[in-house]
């Protein structure tokens, strides 16, 4: 269409974002001041379950006895699961590289801002000011580590997700600060791996916008584990001892807290400041970037995706606006809705969720069923001697179908798909309870809570 589209930032929406509008015959640039991917790829996502894989595969070895598999001496090095971290990162970034160049789309390295409702000014790595001109611009910031007041500052021994990752040694002990998403997967991978982790979190408990049985299981499993979790506590300061370099977290109603490192899991600042948005008068809060439902702003031709519009801060909600701001921007018209985005937790045990909790439909004043079957009662499950956990199906009762399904237990992340197009397309009981499983797999345990909603489980003690 030989229409010019300009992206700020390329992280899972924006490289998203200039693919698509790059296929649909954009002439598209990218401009990114760090690396391509983002957060999700390069201090988030995908490193995240890398270590956390390379510390799942460290607690099998040690548990192989129970499969008649007799290991000899094992052992980890967290350097060298560092290392391997590092290479399939690496992997990725050059294949969104090479997907830029495939698709002829022009990269520049360095800070955009807008200047103009369709030009775009791009300071780059060698303080060259470059000026960029537009038919449409999609903004795809992200979003950065949160890092409240009373932090004294980030670095050495007080870190954010980001430096977690890249730590030269796995601490002995470790406080995490804040019961977020990324605070329970950090406290499970340190705690796999034999840390002694301490997790303080202001909220009477964890993971607040899950269903509260989710919320309450990973709890006990998390203590079970040795994890100690301090709710209704407030961090009122951090310090640092001499000359041992622990760091002291100063915790009210509470003794101190003394550890090797502090780990900062307080939620997501979106990245705003710098990006011009008052030199064209787009309308935005600390909550982020209005957008509409085609993800354009205020402002016509300029949209808006991902974690910098608040919404939903996922790396697949982030793509899925890119898809539609690239759509757009080309001349279409697509529009984008958020009532079945699924969330996926990769703590120990997994969690992922999608649609309404059973907490939340009572309160929008639905007669609620649920069914529930738990991992203990499914072959697979037992052979793969992951049997912690179930699955919960939230049933509007008046019309007879799926709202909400919640998963805690082996492999939940892939488990949820099934759900997402169960609430997706409002399907009802009666023709889910149609759909064939295949055996033996943890999949069965969707179906055997699918019929417990209709008080029909075959395998329910």
């Not at 200047?115 to 992200?142: F, K």
């Not at 969690?351 to 309160?363: D, M, N, Q, T, Y």
Request: charged share 25%; with cysteine; proline share 3%.
């Amino acid at each position: 269409m030989n229409k010019k589209v300009l992206i700020i930032g390329a992280g899972p929406g924006g490289y998203v974002a200039a693919i698509r509008a790059a296929r649909l015959g954009g002439e598209v640039t990218v401009v990114e001041k760090a690396e391509v991917g983002g957060t999700c790829l390069n201090w988030g996502c995908i490193p995240t379950k890398s270590l956390l894989q390379s510390a799942k595969l460290f607690k099998m070895v040690q548990e192989t006895r129970k499969f008649g598999v007799y290991c000899g001496d094992w052992s980890f090095r967290f350097d060298k699961m560092v290392e391997a971290k590092n290479k399939i990162v690496s992997t990725q970034a050059n294949g969104i590289k090479s997907l830029f160049r495939k698709n002829k789309i022009r990269f520049i390295k360095g800070k955009g801002s807008l200047r103009g409702p369709r030009t775009v000014e791009v300071q780059g790595e060698d303080g060259q000011i470059l000026t960029e001109s537009a038919d449409a611009i999609i903004l795809a910031t992200g979003s950065e580590a949160l890092i409240p007041s009373f932090v004294p500052r980030v670095g050495d021994r007080i870190i954010t997700t980001t430096e977690a990752l890249d730590l030269d040694e796995c601490p002995k002990r470790i406080a995490i600060i804040g019961g977020s998403v990324a605070g329970c997967e950090f406290a499970s991978l340190f705690n796999t791996l034999g840390s002694k982790v301490t997790m303080v979190e202001m909220l009477p408990g964890i993971l607040p916008l899950e269903d509260q049985e989710v919320s309450d299981h990973l709890t006990y499993r998390m203590q079970k584990a040795g994890i100690e979790i301090l709710t209704g506590r407030r961090v009122t300061a951090l310090e640092r001892e001499y000359p041992s370099g622990a760091v002291i977290v100063k915790v009210d109603q509470s003794d101190n807290i003394k550890a090797d490192y502090c780990l900062l899991a307080l939620g997501r600042k979106l990245c705003t400041e710098g990006l011009g948005l008052e030199n064209v008068g787009i309308r935005y809060s600390a909550k982020g970037i209005e957008v509409n439902e085609r993800t354009e702003t205020n402002v016509p031709g300029i949209y808006a995706i991902g974690d910098v519009t608040g919404t939903l801060l996922l790396a697949h909600w982030a793509s899925a606006q890119g898809v539609v701001a690239a759509e757009n921007a080309l001349g279409q018209s697509t529009r984008l809705d958020a009532d079945a985005v699924p969330s996926c937790i990769f703590s120990v045990p997994e969690i992922a969720s999608v649609g309404l909790s059973e907490g939340e439909a009572r309160k929008r004043g639905m007669a609620v069923k649920v069914g529930k079957m738990a991992f203990r009662f499914n072959g697979m499950a037992n052979a793969l001697m992951e049997t912690d956990g179930f699955i919960k199906v939230v049933v509007d009762e008046k019309e007879g179908r799926i709202v909400g399904v919640h998963i805690i237990g082996p492999h939940a992340s892939d488990l949820i798909s099934e759900g997402t197009l169960a609430v997706k397309k409002k399907m009802a009981i009666a023709e889910m309870k149609e759909i064939i499983h295949a055996h033996p797999t943890l999949s069965e345990t969707m179906q055997e809570a699918i019929f417990s909603s209709a008080g029909m489980a075959i395998h329910a003690m």
